[in-house]
């Protein structure tokens, strides 16, 4: 998660917000406290952090659940992070020109994705009426859709957030790559865990995790997974403690450090030996590094002993420039060099799409044996 991103990194200054709003501060003790208790008290901190912090206008019912905004905007700015590194053009980063869509599922007042997505699925009258004055106040009709598409008995799963989310896994079978991440927060770990079990059942090979920290107490999980085999930074998918390690996603990254004198002399090396393979690579010199894909394992023996009879048989004739074809590419990768020291560089190899592990291993081992043998 982008932490420079999320204003609520650090505690709600309750002082600060009953200075800037009157109708919080006549929920503040003498000492500056809020009573979570009071289930009033919780709502206007709701309404006065989304006040102050992104200008909007909300009401809210006396009789429903009230979303913390920390909670929740900790869960968008992951989404966010997710979306940026699995992009269309492989790079890390956000693209404003972007267009995300996206179908928030929740049975609330207030629809918290209004940043990122275009759609809020809700499934009760009350909440229904109350999502819509509230998009309607703040003009976000273009931006939100709210629908109703619910019965009453969906209204409780039995079986809790687990089975809730197991449901959505099996309908993702049905859409597959039409989504492109499909995602949940959750309240247990334990959930997290049983879910991951659940992908992994399902012989799904591209998931992520998170959890989120909020204050002193509260803590939340969240999982995505997704069909495509584009794959996200470990930074994104990786984020979480104290979890055996099967339920973490293979590592997308690998890093070696090696002395160096001259990062120009390193990257032609890294250039040259990709190129040698005959796929699609091309350096990107602002970036300090190389975008790559590949429809085999090209640095094997048998496809280099192919490629020598290919190129014998084209008797030395000018060889056209392969095209990238990122779509039926089963490895992609991205090269990144960066010089941490006066004497060293980091190299490191981004595992950006395909779905089989060992070739990306194979990679990694053969360029790091490649660049430290030069």
């Not at 919080?24 to 009033?40: I, V, W």
């Not at 492989?90 to 997505?117: C, E, Q, S």
């Not at 803590?219 to 495509?228: E, G, M």
Request: aromatic letters at 10%.
């Amino acid at each position: 998660m982008d932490s420079a991103g999320n204003i609520y990194r650090h505690k709600v200054d309750f002082t600060a917000l009953a200075l800037q709003d009157p109708a919080f501060k006549e929920f503040l003790s003498a000492k500056g406290r809020l009573d979570f208790s009071n289930p009033d008290a919780v709502r206007q901190l709701t309404v006065s952090l989304l006040r102050r912090d992104f200008g909007l206008d909300v009401e809210l019912p006396d009789d429903r659940l009230c979303p913390p905004v920390p909670n929740r905007l900790n869960y968008i700015l992951w989404l966010q992070d997710l979306i940026d590194c699995t992009g269309d053009d492989f790079y890390k980063g956000f693209n404003a020109d972007r267009d995300v869509v996206g179908l928030d599922m929740w049975d609330n007042t207030l629809p918290l994705m209004i940043y990122l997505f275009r759609a809020n699925n809700d499934i009760d009258e009350k909440n229904l009426q109350y999502a819509r004055q509230n998009v309607q106040r703040n003009n976000l009709q273009s931006r939100i859709q709210v629908v109703c598409t619910g019965a009453e008995t969906e209204m409780i799963t039995p079986g809790g957030e687990v089975a809730f989310v197991k449901k959505i896994i099996q309908e993702s079978l049905d859409l597959r790559e039409a989504v492109r991440w499909y995602t949940s927060m959750l309240g247990k770990r334990s959930s997290l865990l049983s879910l991951i079990d659940e992908l992994q059942s399902l012989d799904n090979k591209n998931w992520a995790v998170t959890e989120f920290i909020q204050g002193d107490k509260t803590k939340r999980w969240a999982i995505a997974w997704s069909w495509k085999d584009i794959r996200p930074t470990m930074g994104v998918s990786r984020s979480v403690s104290n979890i055996p390690k099967k339920y973490l996603p293979f590592p997308s990254e690998f890093q070696f450090t090696l002395p160096c004198k001259s990062v120009d002399s390193l990257i032609e090396v890294i250039d040259t030996e990709i190129n040698s393979f005959r796929i699609p690579w091309k350096w990107d010199n602002q970036r300090s590094s190389g975008l790559g894909f590949t429809m085999e394992n090209a640095w094997s023996r048998q496809a280099r002993r192919k490629r020598q009879q290919q190129e014998a048989a084209q008797d030395g004739s000018d060889q056209a420039d392969i095209p990238f074809d990122t779509e039926n590419a089963v490895f992609g990768f991205i090269i990144q060099v960066r010089r941490p020291g006066p004497k060293n560089a980091d190299v490191t190899v981004r595992w950006v799409k395909g779905a089989d592990s060992v070739i990306f291993e194979s990679f990694c081992g053969m360029l790091r044996r490649k660049v430290e043998g030069r």
